[in-house]
């Protein structure tokens, strides 16, 4: 039981600050999740336990997200999980439609802002994400569903080697 309360205390620790983050802070899942990973190596390097086990209460995350104006939405472990997965494929339609002719990668970017209100555009997320990680995405979806749709944009696959 100590160990489990360490490694979750641990990974909801401010690696800076050295206090615990609040759950606002805790919003970049890739973020929590390196933590969480840097919290296991730590715990597994002296001490005799091979496994540990991070349960979290469903409800009282979702309580606690509401007391804050967040709303919790709960999905299904597949591979891109949601939001992985659908920005993914806009950037790779975004790659197929600028190799086509269809516009400029601005011109992409700028049609998502205006006539969508997303944040930004599929080449702004391309650049956030990285194009490895877009490719290394899709590719994952291919091999795990065999579909058609997550075949990678040949000007994706350019990217993602140019950025090596």
Request: no cysteine.
């Given at each position: 039981m100590y160990i489990s309360n360490r490694i979750e205390r641990g990974a909801l620790r401010l690696e800076i600050e050295g206090r615990p983050?609040?759950?606002?802070?805790?919003?970049?899942r890739r973020q929590f999740l390196d933590r969480l990973e840097r919290e296991l190596r730590r715990a597994?390097?002296?001490l005799t336990e091979r496994h540990a086990v991070l349960t979290i209460d469903i409800d009282?995350?979702?309580v606690?997200?509401?007391s804050l104006g967040r709303h919790v939405a709960w999905v299904e472990d597949a591979p891109g999980l949601v939001l992985g997965r659908i920005v993914c494929q806009l950037v790779n339609e975004a790659c197929f439609a600028v190799t086509e002719g269809v516009g400029?990668?601005?011109?992409i970017d700028d049609g998502m802002k205006l006539g969508l209100n997303y944040p930004r555009g599929p080449f702004?997320?391309?650049e956030?994400?990285?194009?490895?990680?877009?490719l290394a995405v899709?590719?994952?979806?291919?091999i795990e569903l065999g579909e058609e749709r997550y075949r990678a944009a040949p000007m994706l696959r350019r990217l993602a080697t140019e950025e090596d």
């Open positions: 983050a609040k759950p606002a802070q805790m919003l970049n597994k390097t002296g009282r995350f979702r606690a997200n509401a400029t990668p601005e011109d702004g997320w391309l956030a994400i990285g194009a490895a990680h877009v899709l590719d994952a979806l291919r």
